[in-house]
């Protein structure tokens, strides 16, 4: 199913106000993990690709995935089989091991962006029975936009990430918190153009949301709050 941009905000704004409604009001860092077991997913944390590939899977049905002994491949490695029931979601435990300062902020978009996968796209691998599980390569968490010459798969994952920055960075939250960091009195009502002194407020606002630098920005470009000419 491809949806609008408008039916992805409402969408996300729908489980905000659902499940964290403070969230709609007031800048705040989303427990990834707490959504995902408000959605009835259970979730843990494997091995599931010998070279960094594979960031995350969702099981919409019950299946099976190999799990590596380690997330780096040495000569003589091999995976065993485990059998996973549908609801489930595997994030690969590398996100956890990393010691990277943009680590926990890259966990918890990866965690959301497969439970973005649960919320909007439940219905097309129901519909379709020969894909029980939806593989996220570490390329598909890169972009938020999409246009119809895409396939379907790629435009599901575009789409999951672009409810997964509305869902972490609700649309009214993000907007009113950029222009307050850049003391405005009042929201413009067209995009302004980006200028480099307003790094300093996506640096201010971004720890507010559990997110790194980038994410704010593209959501606000997204948004059509700010804009590069």
């Given at each position: 199913m491809i949806y609008s941009?408008?039916?992805?905000?409402?969408m996300a704004d729908t489980i905000?106000?659902?499940?964290?409604?403070e969230r709609l009001s007031s800048p705040s860092i989303l427990d990834a993990y707490d959504l995902l077991e408000a959605l009835g997913c259970e979730y843990e944390w494997k091995y599931i690709s010998p070279d960094d590939s594979i960031m995350g899977i969702t099981f919409f049905g019950d299946g099976y995935w190999h799990i590596w002994p380690?997330?780096?491949?040495?000569?003589?490695?091999?995976?065993?089989?485990?059998?996973?029931?549908?609801?489930?979601?595997?994030i690969n435990q590398r996100l956890l091991d990393s010691k990277s300062k943009t680590a926990?902020?890259?966990?918890?978009?990866?965690?959301?962006?497969?439970?973005?996968?649960?919320?909007?796209?439940?219905?097309?691998?129901?519909?379709?029975?020969?894909s029980i599980l939806q593989t996220c390569y570490k390329n598909d968490f890169e972009?938020?936009?999409?246009?119809?010459?895409?396939?379907?798969?790629?435009?599901?994952e575009r789409q999951a990430n672009y409810l997964d920055a509305a869902i972490h960075m609700p649309q009214k939250t993000i907007t009113e918190a950029f222009?307050?960091?850049g003391r405005?009195?009042?929201?413009?009502?067209?995009?302004?153009?980006f200028k480099g002194y307003m790094r300093a407020w996506i640096a201010e606002i971004a720890p507010k949301f559990g997110m790194n630098f980038n994410p704010v920005k593209?959501?606000?470009?997204?948004?059509?709050?700010i804009c590069e000419v």
């Amino acid at each position: 199913m491809i949806y609008s941009r408008d039916y992805l905000e409402d969408m996300a704004d729908t489980i905000n106000k659902d499940f964290f409604p403070e969230r709609l009001s007031s800048p705040s860092i989303l427990d990834a993990y707490d959504l995902l077991e408000a959605l009835g997913c259970e979730y843990e944390w494997k091995y599931i690709s010998p070279d960094d590939s594979i960031m995350g899977i969702t099981f919409f049905g019950d299946g099976y995935w190999h799990i590596w002994p380690k997330g780096t491949y040495s000569v003589g490695d091999k995976p065993s089989i485990e059998v996973f029931k549908k609801g489930t979601v595997i994030i690969n435990q590398r996100l956890l091991d990393s010691k990277s300062k943009t680590a926990s902020c890259s966990e918890r978009f990866v965690v959301t962006h497969e439970a973005a996968h649960w919320i909007k796209d439940k219905h097309f691998f129901e519909t379709h029975p020969n894909s029980i599980l939806q593989t996220c390569y570490k390329n598909d968490f890169e972009k938020t936009y999409w246009n119809n010459s895409m396939s379907e798969l790629e435009i599901i994952e575009r789409q999951a990430n672009y409810l997964d920055a509305a869902i972490h960075m609700p649309q009214k939250t993000i907007t009113e918190a950029f222009f307050k960091a850049g003391r405005y009195r009042h929201i413009p009502d067209k995009p302004i153009e980006f200028k480099g002194y307003m790094r300093a407020w996506i640096a201010e606002i971004a720890p507010k949301f559990g997110m790194n630098f980038n994410p704010v920005k593209y959501r606000l470009k997204d948004l059509n709050v700010i804009c590069e000419v």
